[in-house]
């Protein structure tokens, strides 16, 4: 859907599809059980496009130059302050290429002996882990998204990297509570030594959009939507689907959306008043998906959510203004 539409095109097909569509959940990717419809990580993804960005030519200006030289100074091979390696580390990772060095002052700034002295410079911005160490989150963040993908030869370990995804969420980083959450809530045996606990997962994706992440809110409303007949990867679902009492068809184009009587993730009981808060939620930053979403329940209703054209009239034209704004719905 183009950006230069005309608007009573835009309109036609903007109401077309809320009125005849189904709940779009997972438009994004970002849903509850999304890995199973992608192979799984096996360390090697990064392999040809850092062969590739090796041999590009590695640009950068005098006063940025001057600065990663501060950093590399005051971080002092990781005895500076966790900051400063942090910072060290994303310059040697974005434009020397040298992932392991950086993934050494990754660990170094997320891995920090709790210090009894007041006000240390060294471990200023990180956070207490109650265990006797502190972490820098967002070295904590990096150094989890190293290991679950073992960009540039780096070691590859979803367990570790699932742990230093909760580091970072221990640290209140919000980018760390939500792989947390889609590592916890993708079926069971996707990432190995990481247990499946969708429950968990729910906290996570809520405690996340109340900090701000629309596409947590999102993804979170689409977990309280499938219900017990529908495939939880599945990317839309009517209320009668959900609560059985229509046949789920398979449309051209898309996967069987029926619960396979072999899938092992558990049923989240439906609760659509909590999903609608959700998507308002989302919807109210801007979040063009979830404005969508509104629309089409406003539009059937649902259990706990009584049909109104009013607000459905007021939802769909926020979808329109995202579409026309943005060109396209998830864009």
Known sequence: MGSNQSTAGLKKQVDENVNQTSNTLNGNGDDD????????????????????????????????????DEYLRSCDGGKGPAVACHAAAEYLSTFER??????ELYKNACYRTKSSKKNDRTTQGCEDMDDGTVGYAPSCFNLARFLMTGKGGTHFSHREGYENFERACKAKHT????????????????????????????????????????????????????????DPSADNVSPKEARGEVEITKRKGEIDRRRKLNDERKIMPRDPPRAERLFQKACDRGHGPSCFNLAVMYNQGDDGVPVDLEKHEKYRKKTEEHVKMYGGLFN
């Open 98 to 103: 040298k992932h392991k060095e950086a993934v």
């Open 33 to 68: 059980g999304g890995s199973a419809l992608f192979p799984k990580p096996t360390g090697k993804e990064y392999d040809e496009i850092e062969k590739l960005a090796a041999s590009l030519p590695r640009v950068i200006d005098d006063q940025s130059r001057a600065e990663v």
């Open 175 to 230: 980018g760390g509570c939500l792989f947390l959450a889609k590592m916890l809530a993708s079926p069971p045996g996707s990432f190995r030594g990481v247990t499946y606990d969708p429950m968990r997962a729910m906290e996570l994706y809520q405690f996340t959009c109340d900090e701000g992440d629309s596409v947590a809110c999102f993804t979170l409303a689409g977990m309280l939507l499938k219900g017990a007949h529908v």
